[in-house]
């Protein structure tokens, strides 16, 4: 696997003149995923901890279960990686499932505080503003983070860094930097996360489906503000 970022020399504008300056761009990174031997999936994405984001996307893809126990080979050559996964025929023992009124609802100044310390965390985004980043924090504390060129790579990662690290992700909050469409809340949906907060906007099709999926949505959570779109009873207001 490469580097995140790679430097290059642009021309840059400025208030009526122009300059050459090296600058940073992120790298893009093609992934193929295979499972038992069988093509699923290709991917660009961030290239770094390929075997979580391989694992996590079989998991959104519905592909193989929170329980399962995969072994995951890495390849790689000049085209990208290649991750070959193959299944343990045992299932493994999980943390076990908090339902939704052992939750202890979230004081603003938590959601509002968690949110802005992922804002400073990534590091492709700093330098290139070309990346995502998303977090599973308990209380304060980011227990995943990942971030990656591609919003719904983050949650893969940090999905399948759960899986690797044995993790229930039903007793914390995601915090996010992306727009909140279906695909991002159906990922939350399999991997049983209860609060979903974004610097962005849901769509109708993501408010529609945490409703039926009992997750709560927050949205625009900057500058001491946000909006609740679902399930308000586990923010503290």
């Known amino acids: 696997m490469g580097q995140e970022l790679t430097c290059l020399t642009v021309d840059k504008y400025s208030n009526g003149s122009i300059s050459s300056q090296k600058d940073f761009v992120a790298v893009e990174h093609r992934l193929t995923i295979y499972l038992d031997d069988q093509l699923v999936s290709e991917i660009l994405c961030s290239p770094k ?6 694992i996590g996307h079989l998991i959104s893809l519905e592909v193989i279960g929170l329980r399962s126990q995969p072994k995951t080979t890495l390849r790689s050559n000049q085209e990208g990686t290649s991750a070959y996964i193959q299944l343990e025929p045992a299932p493994r023992k999980v943390e076990p499932i908090i339902v939704p009124d052992a939750f202890d609802p979230v004081p603003p100044s938590l959601l509002l505080s968690n949110m802005s310390s992922l804002v400073e965390t990534s590091n492709i985004f700093a330098k290139s ?49 992306g727009r909140l469409s279906h695909e991002i809340i159906r990922r939350c949906e399999i991997a049983r996360i209860p609060l979903v ?15 039926s999926g009992d997750i709560t949505i927050v949205g625009f959570a900057r500058n001491e503000r946000f909006n609740i779109y679902t399930h308000s009873q586990r923010i503290a207001i």
């Open 197 to 211: 907060i974004s610097r962005g906007a849901p769509t109708n099709a993501a408010v529609k489906l945490a409703h």
């Open 49 to 54: 901890k390929l075997k979580e984001l391989a």
């Open 129 to 177: 503003g070309a990346a995502h980043c998303s977090a599973f924090f308990r209380d304060r504390t980011p227990i995943l983070i990942h971030d990656d060129i591609a919003r719904h790579n983050t949650i893969d990662r940090i999905i399948g860094d759960a899986v690797v690290r044995n993790i229930s992700l039903d007793n914390g909050m995601l915090c996010t930097t």
